[in-house]
């Protein structure tokens, strides 16, 4: 049995160009189908926030036409509803990097909120990513990976190949001219080795012990990969 870290942003608005705060939290999909492949995998999850938290999700992402269909809807909030887990968050300030075999950020637009600015999560990025352990990162969360960056710019995920939500998915959801900024575009100014798939479809890219998913659908397999380098790594 392996310890796996779930690093969810404490969010529950995100602040677009013209100041107002669109409700928002962590992707239902993205924390219910690795918390599920980690748990069928026999694996104990722990949840850490900034502040000790407790992640709020982002009701959107609970409607049938988000989650593809109210069948889907129903599973995964009874999933978010038995994860005591999210109940009890530990802060990130507390977190031992160290107890953990692999770290999982999922995304939600809340950590273009919080954790794309958050020194502790920065921390806790750069000490994974040295750490060799599997560090797995989906859709909008690789925007904590601007908060590695020195004061001189430099982030050790520099020109690592990886993925996250891209601008064509972002005007899809109708937030590519309200927002601030675009994951996307920061991700290749950092500079990275960004690529992408198909809109909507699941695509991960592994670079040394970094995993990243592009979007919601990619959190599934995310998991899976991360679940399968644990196990190859106990053998």
Same mark, same amino acid.
């Given at each position: 049995?392996?310890?796996?870290?779930?690093?969810?942003?404490?969010?529950?608005?995100?602040?677009?160009?013209?100041g107002?705060?669109?409700?928002?939290?962590?992707?239902?999909?993205?924390?219910?189908?690795?918390?599920?492949?980690?748990?069928?995998?026999?694996?104990?999850?722990?949840?850490?926030?900034?502040?000790?938290?407790?992640?709020?999700?982002?009701?959107?992402?609970?409607?049938?036409?988000?989650?593809?269909?109210?069948?889907?809807?129903?599973?995964?909030?009874?999933?978010?509803?038995?994860?005591?887990?999210?109940?009890?968050?530990?802060?990130? +300030?507390?977190?031992?990097?160290?107890?953990?075999? %692999?770290?999982?950020? =999922?995304?939600?637009h809340?950590?273009? *909120?919080? #954790? !794309?600015?958050?020194?502790?999560?920065?921390?806790?990025?750069?000490?994974?990513?040295?750490?060799?352990?599997?560090?797995?990162?989906?859709?909008?969360?690789?925007?904590?990976?601007?908060?590695?960056?020195?004061?001189?710019?430099?982030?050790?995920?520099?020109?690592?190949?990886?993925?996250?939500?891209?601008?064509?998915?972002?005007?899809?959801?109708?937030?590519?001219?309200?927002?601030?900024?675009?994951?996307?575009?920061?991700?290749?100014?950092?500079p990275?080795?960004?690529s992408?798939?198909?809109?909507?479809?699941?695509?991960?890219?592994?670079? +040394?012990?970094?995993?990243?998913?592009?979007?919601? %659908?990619?959190?599934? =397999?995310?998991a899976?990969?991360?679940? *399968?380098? #644990? !196990?190859?790594?106990?053998?």
């Amino acid at each position: 049995m392996a310890k796996i870290l779930c690093v969810l942003t404490g969010a529950s608005y995100w602040t677009l160009k013209d100041g107002h705060r669109h409700p928002t939290g962590y992707w239902a999909e993205e924390f219910v189908a690795p918390y599920s492949v980690f748990t069928a995998a026999g694996h104990e999850v722990t949840v850490a926030t900034p502040h000790g938290v407790v992640p709020v999700v982002d009701t959107m992402s609970l409607e049938p036409r988000m989650a593809g269909g109210e069948e889907n809807s129903l599973q995964e909030e009874a999933v978010i509803e038995s994860a005591d887990e999210l109940r009890h968050p530990v802060p990130l +300030r507390d977190v031992r990097l160290e107890d953990y075999d %692999a770290v999982y950020y =999922p995304g939600g637009h809340g950590p273009m *909120e919080d #954790l !794309a600015v958050d020194p502790e999560s920065g921390e806790l990025l750069r000490r994974a990513l040295a750490s060799g352990n599997p560090l797995g990162i989906v859709c909008h969360a690789p925007a904590a990976i601007l908060a590695t960056r020195d004061e001189n710019g430099d982030t050790p995920f520099a020109n690592y190949r990886l993925t996250g939500f891209c601008n064509e998915e972002e005007a899809g959801v109708g937030f590519a001219d309200r927002a601030k900024w675009l994951l996307e575009d920061e991700l290749k100014k950092l500079p990275t080795e960004y690529s992408r798939g198909p809109a909507w479809e699941p695509y991960t890219v592994a670079d +040394r012990n970094l995993y990243t998913g592009q979007n919601p %659908a990619s959190s599934g =397999p995310l998991a899976q990969e991360l679940v *399968e380098v #644990l !196990a190859a790594a106990d053998r």
